[in-house]
C-alpha cells in the first residue's frame, strides 16, 4: 500500500518562497506524482505533475514560471519548489499518485492515492 507524507507547509509572506516535500513509501516509485491544491470553499485544484523519470512536467498556468515540481528517486521524494508567492496561493496542498500512465497529467481523475495535505498561508 503506498503512503504519501507532504511537509513543507507554513506562514510565508508575499513574495516569498516555501519548499514541499512528498515522501513515498510502499511503491517502486516509478509513479507519475502531482501536488493539487484545496482553499477554502473551492474545488481541489491542479498545480503540477511530473512522470516518474523527470522528462515530462506540467503547471497550472497561474504558477508556471513560479513552481518548479521535481523528483528525488534516491529518497523517494517528489518537491515542489514555490517562489514568488501571492495571497491567492494560500491553500492546503496535496500529494498524489498515478500508476496508470507514464505522462504527467492535469486531470484529477487519473490520480489514485493521496496525502493527507499541508498548509500554506501566503501572507499579504
Known amino acids: 500500500q503506498v503512503h504519501l507524507i507532504e511537509s513543507g507547509g507554513g506562514l510565508v509572506q508575499a513574495g516569498g518562497s516555501l519548499r514541499l516535500s512528498c515522501t513515498v513509501t510502499g511503491s517502486t516509485f516509478r509513479d507519475t506524482m502531482g501536488w493539487f491544491r484545496q482553499a477554502p470553499g473551492k474545488e481541489r485544484q491542479f498545480v503540477a505533475s511530473i512522470n516518474w523519470s523527470g522528462s515530462q512536467t506540467a503547471y497550472e498556468a497561474s504558477v508556471e514560471g513560479r513552481f518548479t515540481i521535481s523528483m528525488d528517486n534516491a529518497k523517494n521524494m517528489v518537491l515542489l519548489q514555490m517562489n514568488s508567492l501571492k495571497p491567492e496561493d494560500t491553500a492546503v496542498y496535496y500529494c498524489?499518485?498515478?500508476?496508470?500512465?507514464?505522462?504527467?497529467?492535469?486531470?484529477?481523475?487519473?490520480?489514485?492515492?493521496w496525502g493527507q495535505g499541508t498548509q500554506v498561508t501566503v501572507s499579504s
Open positions: 498524489a499518485g498515478t500508476g496508470r500512465t507514464s505522462r504527467a497529467v492535469v486531470d484529477i481523475a487519473w490520480y489514485d492515492y
